[in-house]
C-alpha cells in the first residue's frame, strides 16, 4: 500500500466494453500501480455509473490514494458522445445507455474531474503514449474485432471529428453495388461486415462444404466458428483456414489502403483480437496497400500490430486525461 500523503499526481483509468469493465490507478509516465476487471452489469446507466464509482473507490482503497491525488479520472466507452461535451447520446453495445449525465455523476460521486473518450480515440492515444505510436506524430488505429473501429492522431493531436466519432472506418462501403440492400452491411457497416470476426467466422461456415477434410469440421457442429478457431487453424496448415485468412488479409488491407491515401499517416497499428493476429494477417495486408493506396503514402508508411494486448484500453483512458487537462490549461480563460 502507498502512502496518502505523496503529493504526486495520478491517473484513474475505466474501459468500458459490453462485455467487462477493466479500471486501473497509473503513474503520469503510464506504470499501472493496480488494475482489476469484471463483467460489465448490463442492467442500465445507473448501475453501469455505480460499478464504475465502486472500481475506483476499491482502487484508491487498495493504493493508499484519496480523490485529491487523482489528476482525473479517464473512460474509454463505445459511445457516441455529444460534441460539446461528454454527454453520452448513446451507447449500443450498453443496455438502455441514451441520454446518459455520466460524467457529472461520476464527478459527483467520486469528487475528481472525469473525461469521457469515444473508445477508438482512446486506443489511437494508447498506442502514442505507450505502444507502437511512440515517436510517431501522424498515426491511424484501426482496431478489428467483433466491429471495427479506429482513431486518428494527425499533427500529434487527437482528431476527433465533428461529431466526436472520427475513425468509425468499420462504415467504408467496399463495393460495386451502391443500391445493395445488404441488412449486414446497412446495419453495422460494410468493411466491417465483411472483415470483422463475425464475417470471417461466416465466411468458413459458407465454405466447409467445399472442404470436406477441415479440421474445422468437428468444431462447428454444434456452435458457430469463431474467427479464433479459424486463426488457430491455419496457423495448424488448414487449407479452408488459410483461404480465409487470406481473403481477409486482403478485404483488411483494402480498408488500410483507403486509410493511407486519404490520411497520408507515417504509421498504420492494426488492433484488437483480429487485428493482433499479425503473423497471419500483416504481409497480405502490406501486399494490398502497395498495390492499392497512393504510391508515394503506400511506400512509406509502416504497417504493424498492437502489442499493448489487454491494457491498451486503460493506457488510452489515462492518456486521456493528460491530454484533456493539456487542453483545459491551454483554452483561454474568460
Known amino acids: 500500500m502507498m502512502s496518502g500523503s505523496t503529493a504526486s499526481p495520478y491517473l484513474a483509468a475505466v474501459d468500458l466494453g459490453g462485455t467487462k469493465i477493466a479500471a486501473g490507478i497509473l503513474s503520469m509516465q503510464g506504470e499501472i500501480l493496480l488494475r482489476v476487471e469484471e463483467p460489465t452489469r448490463q442492467l442500465g446507466p445507473q448501475q453501469g455509473i455505480e460499478q464504475i464509482a465502486d472500481l475506483i473507490r476499491s482502487l484508491l482503497l487498495r493504493t493508499g490514494l484519496d480523490a485529491g491525488q487523482i489528476l482525473g479520472l479517464g473512460i474509454g466507452i463505445p459511445a457516441v458522445l455529444e460534441a460539446g461535451s461528454d454527454h453520452v447520446i448513446w451507447g449500443p453495445n450498453l443496455t438502455g445507455w441514451r441520454d446518459v449525465p455520466l460524467k457529472p455523476s461520476l464527478e459527483k460521486l467520486l469528487r475528481m474531474p472525469v473525461y469521457v473518450e469515444y473508445d477508438g480515440h482512446t486506443a489511437v492515444m494508447a498506442e502514442m503514449w505507450q505502444g507502437a ?43 460495386t453495388d451502391a443500391g445493395s440492400n445488404d441488412p449486414a452491411g446497412k446495419a453495422i457497416g460494410h468493411w466491417e461486415s465483411l472483415a470483422a470476426g463475425p464475417g470471417i467466422a461466416q465466411r468458413a461456415q459458407g465454405l466447409l ?50 486509410v493511407v491515401s486519404m490520411v497520408n499517416p507515417e504509421i498504420v497499428i492494426l488492433g484488437g483480437s483480429v487485428g493482433r493476429q499479425g503473423d497471419l494477417l500483416l504481409p497480405g495486408v502490406r501486399a494490398v496497400v502497395q498495390s492499392w493506396a497512393q504510391p508515394v503514402s503506400a511506400r512509406s508508411v509502416l504497417i504493424t500490430s498492437s502489442q499493448l494486448g489487454p491494457d491498451a484500453g486503460l493506457y488510452g483512458a489515462a492518456y486521456a486525461v493528460i491530454d484533456r487537462t493539456q487542453l483545459e490549461n491551454l483554452s483561454p480563460r474568460a
Request: proline share 3%; with cysteine; hydrophobic share 45%.
Open 133 to 175: 505510436g511512440r515517436g510517431y506524430h501522424s498515426i491511424a488505429m484501426l482496431i478489428i474485432g467483433t466491429g471495427i473501429g479506429g482513431g486518428l492522431i494527425l499533427d500529434g493531436r487527437l482528431y476527433r471529428g465533428r461529431d466526436r466519432l472520427a475513425g468509425a472506418v468499420g462504415w467504408f462501403a467496399l463495393t
Open 209 to 258: 462444404a467445399d472442404y470436406p477434410q477441415s479440421s474445422l469440421y468437428p468444431v462447428s457442429g454444434d456452435e458457430p466458428l469463431t474467427a479464433r478457431q479459424i486463426f488457430d487453424a491455419a496457423r495448424a496448415g488448414d487449407l479452408l483456414a488459410c483461404r480465409v485468412v487470406d481473403e481477409t488479409a486482403r478485404l483488411i488491407g483494402l480498408g488500410v489502403a483507403n
